[in-house]
């Protein structure tokens, strides 16, 4: 089964910071663009940040220069270190990844992870 799996959301002060992980699992060939998206209570989901399997990346403007998307191919996982966080943070984090995965036929799969909470208090 192929999955994404989440770690390191919480509940941190205002100026805080905090650093989510997503690592992909399964039979797995390639990954091309990760990504972290959010939603707030009573809003849509919205594009956080993107980073291609070259390492090209792309922020939302409200996290430009604060958030920070990396990847570790070696080990299949996207990583968001978030600093200066603010209460307008406050949402469920949400991992996305295209994956090439090889079983019986080779197909690409877009996945999503189950969510991360992440709590910014004023």
């Known amino acids: 089964q192929v999955q994404l799996v989440e770690s390191g959301g919480g509940l941190v002060q205002a100026g805080g910071s905090l650093r989510l992980s997503c690592a992909a699992s399964g039979s797995i060939f390639s990954i091309n663009a990760m990504g972290w998206y959010r939603q707030a209570p009573g809003k849509q989901r919205e594009l956080v940040a993107t980073i291609t399997s070259a390492g090209r990346t792309n922020y939302a403007d409200s996290v430009k220069g604060r958030f920070t998307i990396s990847r570790d191919n070696a080990k299949n996982t996207v990583y968001l270190q978030m600093n200066s966080l603010k209460p307008e943070d406050t949402a469920v984090y949400y991992c996305?990844?295209?994956?090439?995965?090889?079983?019986?036929?080779?197909?690409?799969?877009?996945?999503w992870g189950q969510g991360t909470l992440v709590t910014v208090s004023s």
């Open positions: 996305n990844a295209g994956v090439t995965v090889v079983g019986s036929t080779v197909r690409y799969l877009e996945l």
